[in-house]
Nanobody, 122 residues
Framework: EVQLQASGGGLVQAGGSLTLSCVAS????????IGWFRQASGKEREGVSC????????YYADSVKGRFTISRDDAKNTVYLQMSSLKPEDAAVYYC???????????????WGQGTLVTVSS
């Protein structure tokens, strides 16, 4: 059974930083692209970032480019999302998910982890 566990959320002041982790089990992480998504209160879920099996295959939403960095450590079955210069509009529940494209980012999530809450105070 594929399971994803997101963690690392919390309360941070605007301008601050957080690093989220997504630990995967039940699969060989190296074979999968992993995406990060977020859902703010009252809004639809949106794609934030994705990393393919090749680290050259990465994607960032325009709203986070230059502030967020996605990375992976396949030996630890973990994908990270480093978030800096956080803004109040970044506040949301963040989720990680495998991609239906297998090793490539196609922005079609398949297996979801539970979310981790990021709160940004102004």
């Amino acid at each position: 059974e594929v399971q994803l566990q997101a963690s690392g959320g919390g309360l941070v002041q605007a301008g601050g930083s957080l690093t989220l982790s997504c630990v995967a089990s039940g699969l060989t992480l190296a074979d999968y692209a992993i995406g990060w998504f977020r859902q703010a209160s009252g809004k639809e879920r949106e794609g934030v970032s994705c990393i393919g099996s090749s680290v050259l295959n990465t994607y960032y939403a325009d709203s986070v480019k230059g502030r967020f960095t996605i990375s992976r450590d396949d030996a630890k079955n973990t994908v990270y999302l480093q978030m800096s210069s956080l803004k109040p509009e970044d506040a949301a529940v963040y989720y990680c998910a495998t991609d239906r494209g297998g090793s490539w980012c196609t922005h079609r999530p398949e297996h979801w982890g539970q979310g981790t809450l990021v709160t940004v105070s102004s």
